[in-house]
C-alpha cells in the first residue's frame, strides 16, 4: 500500500470521453507539483458513451490514475463517492472540461501548509473563447459561463462575505465533510453553492487565491442569449430550493433562516418588491440603448420569476395566492403606523393602487383601453398613420458590386452607438450654421471604423465610403415596411479615397 498522497483530486464526468484527454493531460502530465504528492480519482457517473474505452490507455500508464463507476446519475452522487474513496487529507475538485494550470497542484499544496487551519480554497475560473464573445457578452453575464474572477487579491468568504466558489477549482480538508456531508443530490444544479451556504453557516471560512487558476472552455452555444435566458430561470429555481433570497440579508450577508414572519406564495414580500424594481431598470436601460445592461436586467427577471414560480410550488393556486397577499395587507394595515404614514392613509394607498393596477389588468385581458389606464388612445386619433424622419449612416463596402450597408451594430461605432449617434446628426442638421460640418464628421467616424476594423475590434466590411442619408418613413399599420424607407435623401458623403489623401 503506497503512502496517502498529500491531494486527491475528484472529477466527476458524464459523456463527455472526447474532451476528457484535454483534461487528463492537464493533469497527468504537464502538471508540476513540486513536493506536493497527488492522485486523481475520475468518477464516471453512468456514462453511456466510450469513456471506460478511452481512459483505459490512461490508466495503465499512469498508476496514480484511479477509475470509479457510479451508476447513480448527478454530479453530487459522483462528487460523493470520489470523496469516500480519496486517500488524501485534501481534496479537490475540477470539471470534466476544464485544464487546471501547470501549478495547480502545487499551489493548492502550498496554501495548505501556509494556513494551517485552512479549511477550504478557490480560485479563479478563467475563460477560454471558442470564437470572438458578442458585443453584449461583458462580465456582467459570465456567471452562466462558469467563469469566476474576483481579481487579483485574496480574500476570505464567510457568512459576511459569502461569495460563491466553484467546485471547477476548489480544494477542501477532507474533515469538513466529515463535520458537513457531502454534496446534496436534491441540487442536481447549484450543488456547490449550497454546500458552501452549510459549510458558512457552520462557522467555516474559505479562501480565494487568484494564484489559483483553472482554464474552463466557452463553447458557442454557451454565447447565446437563448442559453443565457433558460440558464437564469434555471438557476432561479434552484435558488428557490435553498431559500436563498430570504437567507442573505440586505447588507449581502447570511442572515438566520428561521421562518419568515410573511409571505406571498412562499417567498417574502421584498422577492416580489425586487422584482418590481428590476422591472424598473430594465425600462430605464432600454431607455438609454444600454443592450448589456437591458438584457442583464431581463435575465435578473426571469431568475425572480423562476424562484417564485418554485417556491409557490406547482399545486399553488390563485387562492393562496390572493389569500397570502390579503394576509400581508392586513398584518401591515394592522399596525399603528406603516413608515410615516397613518393607517387610513396607507390604507388610500394601496386602494389607489388597486384600482390603476386593476384597472390597467382588466383593459390587458379584454384587449380594451380606457384613458388614463391605457394612454394609447390619446396617440392613436392624433397620429393613425405615423410618419418617422431621421438621418442614418450607410456604409459603400468595397465589394465589386459596391452594395450599401447600414452602420446600426454600436461596436463598429463606438464610442458613439446608433441612438445617440442618430440624434447627434439630426441636431446638428438642423442648425444652418453648423450644418456645413457634417461632412467633418462622417470624415471622424470612417477613420474610427476603419482603424478599429484593422484592429480586429470589429469585423464589419471594409469601407469605400459612407453616406448620411436622411430617410422618410410612412409606418403602415403592421410596421411590414419599418426597414425599408418611403423615401430618402442624400445628405452628404465622404469617400475612403479622400480621406486617405488628406491624411497625406
Known amino acids: 500500500m503506497q503512502p496517502a498522497p498529500d491531494v486527491t483530486i475528484v472529477v466527476s464526468t458524464h459523456n463527455r470521453a472526447p474532451r476528457?484527454?484535454?483534461?487528463?493531460?492537464?493533469?497527468?502530465?504537464?502538471?508540476?507539483?513540486?513536493?506536493v504528492t497527488?492522485?486523481?480519482?475520475?468518477?464516471?457517473?453512468n456514462s453511456t458513451d466510450d469513456t471506460v474505452e478511452m481512459v483505459e490507455p490512461w490508466r495503465r500508464s499512469f498508476s496514480s490514475l484511479q477509475y470509479i463507476f457510479e451508476p447513480r446519475q448527478g454530479v453530487s452522487f459522483g462528487r460523493n463517492a470520489g470523496v469516500a474513496a480519496a486517500r488524501a487529507g485534501i481534496?479537490?475538485?475540477?470539471?470534466d472540461d476544464n485544464e487546471p494550470a501547470p501549478g495547480w497542484v502545487r499551489t493548492i499544496g502550498r496554501l495548505f501548509r501556509e494556513n494551517p487551519r485552512l479549511e477550504l480554497c478557490g480560485g479563479k475560473v478563467i475563460p477560454r473563447w471558442s470564437e470572438a464573445a458578442p458585443g453584449w457578452l461583458d462580465r456582467r453575464h459570465w456567471s452562466p459561463l462558469a467563469i469566476l474572477d474576483y481579481g487579483a487579491e485574496p480574500f476570505w468568504t464567510s457568512t459576511k462575505r459569502p461569495v460563491c466558489l466553484l467546485t471547477a477549482n476548489l480544494a477542501v480538508r477532507g474533515s469538513v465533510f466529515d463535520r458537513i456531508g457531502g454534496f446534496s443530490p436534491r441540487f442536481p444544479r447549484c450543488q456547490d453553492h449550497e454546500w458552501l451556504l452549510r459549510f458558512w453557516e457552520a462557522g467555516g471560512r474559505g479562501l480565494y487565491s487568484p494564484d489559483l487558476i483553472v482554464v474552463g472552455p466557452v463553447p458557442h452555444e454557451r454565447m447565446t442569449r437563448r442559453y443565457h435566458r433558460a440558464w437564469h430561470r434555471q438557476h432561479g429555481r434552484a435558488a428557490a430550493r435553498m431559500r436563498l433570497q430570504e437567507r442573505v440579508g440586505a447588507n449581502g450577508q447570511l442572515v438566520d433562516t428561521g421562518a419568515e414572519a410573511s409571505s406571498i406564495a412562499g417567498a417574502a414580500p421584498f422577492v416580489y418588491r425586487e422584482l418590481v424594481q428590476t422591472v424598473a431598470s430594465?425600462?430605464?436601460?432600454?431607455?438609454?440603448?444600454?443592450?448589456?445592461?437591458?438584457?442583464?436586467?431581463?435575465?435578473?427577471?426571469?431568475?425572480l420569476l423562476g424562484y417564485l414560480s418554485e417556491r409557490a410550488g406547482a399545486d399553488a393556486s390563485v387562492g393562496r395566492w390572493v389569500g397570502d397577499v390579503t394576509r400581508w395587507l392586513a398584518r401591515r394595515l394592522r399596525a399603528k403606523?406603516?413608515?410615516?404614514?397613518?393607517?387610513?392613509r396607507?390604507?388610500?394607498?394601496?386602494?389607489?393602487m388597486a384600482v390603476f393596477f386593476g384597472a390597467s389588468a382588466y383593459d390587458i385581458a379584454t384587449g380594451t383601453e380606457h384613458w388614463p389606464f391605457s394612454p394609447y388612445p390619446m396617440f392613436s386619433i392624433v397620429d393613425e398613420r405615423p410618419i418617422v424622419d431621421a438621418i442614418r449612416l450607410l456604409g459603400v463596402t468595397t465589394d465589386p458590386s459596391a452594395r450599401e450597408v447600414q452602420l446600426l451594430d454600436s461596436r463598429v461605432l463606438e464610442p458613439f452607438d446608433q441612438c445617440r449617434l442618430s440624434t447627434a446628426l439630426a441636431r446638428l442638421y438642423s442648425d444652418p450654421v453648423r450644418r456645413s460640418s457634417l461632412p467633418s464628421l462622417l470624415r471622424d467616424i470612417l477613420i474610427r471604423y476603419e482603424r478599429r476594423r484593422i484592429d480586429g475590434e470589429h469585423d464589419g466590411p471594409?469601407?469605400?465610403a459612407i453616406r448620411a442619408y436622411l430617410m422618410h418613413w410612412e409606418v403602415t399599420a403592421d410596421a411590414a415596411n419599418r426597414d425599408i424607407p418611403t423615401a430618402r435623401r442624400l445628405l452628404a458623403e465622404v469617400k475612403t479615397a479622400d480621406v486617405l489623401k488628406a491624411s497625406r
Open 91 to 95: 481534496v479537490a475538485f475540477t470539471d
Open 462 to 464: 471594409g469601407l469605400q
Open 282 to 303: 430594465w425600462l430605464r436601460a432600454c431607455a438609454q440603448c444600454d443592450r448589456s445592461g437591458a438584457f442583464e436586467s431581463a435575465n435578473h427577471v426571469r431568475y
Open 337 to 344: 403606523r406603516v413608515g410615516a404614514l397613518t393607517v387610513g
Open 20 to 35: 476528457l484527454s484535454r483534461l487528463l493531460t492537464a493533469l497527468l502530465v504537464d502538471q508540476q507539483p513540486g513536493d
Open 38 to 45: 497527488y492522485d486523481v480519482i475520475l468518477v464516471d457517473n
Open 346 to 352: 396607507t390604507g388610500f394607498v394601496y386602494a389607489l
